[in-house]
């Protein structure tokens, strides 16, 4: 494999090839990352993080695999802003593309909202999106599905305790009451079974009220701000904080962010994921940059079929 004839080798720090059938790429800020090549082409998207923002570097090569079997893939999606719009019901034109995609490779979906609300985007029912996807994972994966048999579930009460629950509770409820937005709605605290989902704004809003929050959220820095100040009080406590879709702010053991389902997918060699929420502190982001996986940030669900279109050309 002749290196000195890609684009991206002034780019990024080193590229390291093992053989003729893997490249690893290391950068300063995510460390190694392996990718298999699967048919005759290798097509990525590597993150890394400059001084002046964020840069996505697309990775093409063509290679020739006469002879050599190819590693089994599987594409993984996030829900929000990747197959629907933000929770927006997944449209016709998405369910006919994934009835195509999946007749050439399996597919399956990770989102960190509860199992109703996945269903209620992606299907008409549990039973229609088990039909519609090989593993479904809810809740980051702390509640799953392989066709239709589930997966033990986790719990955040469990693994963090009635005590400090209750005093991150008490936290932002405290820390909500003294932010001033120009409307508040309820349901503030969402309790999962694998994280809390803590929204300033509240989840009952209207769909206007959400995408007003957004604007504002983007100018004032709202979640941004009580992230690091969540972050504060629970430190020490083996917690990832960090914010979840357009209006809350998502709480969770550590580990038990998306990378958690990866460990279901263990049959598989490659597992493309496509995420919106890919920069550092999205909810995306450490599945994204995981080596288990080939990331692909999409900015909404069309693009989503124009990524997953030009892959499969390389299947």
Known sequence: MCLGSFPFVNVLKDVITVG????????????????????????????????????????????????????????????????TMPRQKMDEVMREFLVQVRTKVPLAV???????????????????????????????GLVGFHNEEAYPVQSIKDKLGEERLQKLINFTLKRFSEIELPVKRGNFVEFRNGMLNLSPIGRS?????????????????????????????TKGWDLNVCIGGQISVDVFPNGWDKTFCLQYLNEFDNIYFFGDKTAPGGNDHDIFISPRTIGYTVLNPQD??????ELLKTF
Do not use: P
């Open 304 to 309: 989503t079929r124009v990524q997953v279109s």
């Open 110 to 140: 990770v989102g960190g909202s509860d199992l109703g609300k996945i269903v209620e985007q992606l299907g008409s029912n549990l039973e229609d999106v088990l039909k519609r996807f090989d593993f479904v994972f809810s809740e980051n």
């Open 20 to 83: 003729s059938y893997c490249v690893a790429v290391r950068d300063f800020n995510v460390g190694f990352k392996s990718y298999w090549l699967v048919g005759v082409q290798l097509s990525l998207r590597v993150e890394r993080s400059l001084a002046g923002g964020t840069v996505y570097s697309n990775i093409d090569t063509t290679e020739r695999m006469d002879g050599v079997e190819r590693k089994r893939a599987i594409l993984l999606f996030d829900v929000d802003g990747t197959l």
């Open 205 to 233: 809003c209207s769909q206007e009220e959400r995408l007003h929050f957004v604007e504002y959220d983007t100018v004032h820095g709202i979640r941004k701000r009580f992230v690091e100040q969540l972050k504060d009080f």
